[in-house]
């Protein structure tokens, strides 16, 4: 039997998550939480082999929750769902731990499948995404800009691209306010780009504002 605990803060999706998870033979949903805080809760007190976890929990960023989970619960296989495109999360998903990536649009055959496979110790992701992985070996200067920060860096792209002040940025992502700038700067100078309105561009174009 692969346990399965479902992680996200929309009680719709979590409801049709266990409804689709449940029906999978083998597989038996043992808890649900929708904040990192709730996960972690509910780890310390139920048993689960994979974890479905949405790419926007509330209270941690998706690389802070998968660092976590891989230093309190090694042996979890998490599968990370998410309405983000693949070229996005994906690579940031895989190299924080994560055992697949699956945006929610996908089929619930899919998604069965795709625990089954990291509940079984390989990764998951879809076709197109193992191609464009293999297709970085070779091209990784056709990386978009984006594609080529750290993990915080593109926090900090996002927020900033949001809209948010500085120090808006700083109390959300818990740093100082000259470490947001600092950040900005760099941002600008590796995307060569001048101002922040050119980064609130940036992230408009490439559709990488978190859907509301």
């Known amino acids: 039997m692969i346990r399965v605990a479902i992680a996200d803060d929309h009680p719709i999706v979590r409801e049709g998550l266990r409804r689709i998870a449940s029906e999978g033979a083998g597989i038996a949903v043992t808890g649900e939480a929708s904040t990192a805080a709730e996960l972690f809760q509910l780890l310390a007190g139920v048993a689960a082999d994979v974890v479905l976890l949405d790419v926007s929990m509330p209270g941690s960023t998706l690389v802070e929750t998968l660092t976590q989970l891989r230093e309190k619960h090694p042996s979890i296989k998490v599968l990370v769902l998410s309405v983000h495109p693949e070229d ?107 101002s922040t309105p050119d980064l609130v561009r940036y992230v408009v174009e490439h559709e990488l504002l978190r859907p509301r």
């Open 88 to 194: 996005q999360w994906a690579m940031r998903a895989l190299r924080a731990g994560a055992s697949g990536y699956l945006t929610k649009d996908r089929s619930s055959e899919e998604l069965v499948e795709a625990v089954r496979r990291v509940a079984r110790g390989q990764k998951y992701v879809s076709q197109t995404l193992a191609e464009k992985l293999a297709g970085l070996v070779d091209s990784a200067g056709t990386q978009a800009a984006h594609e080529r920060l750290s993990d915080r860096e593109f926090e900090v792209l996002r927020a900033l691209g949001s809209g948010m002040a500085v120090k808006d940025v700083a109390e959300q992502l818990k740093l100082s306010a000259k470490t947001v700038s600092t950040y900005r700067t760099r941002l600008l100078a590796k995307m060569g780009l001048s």
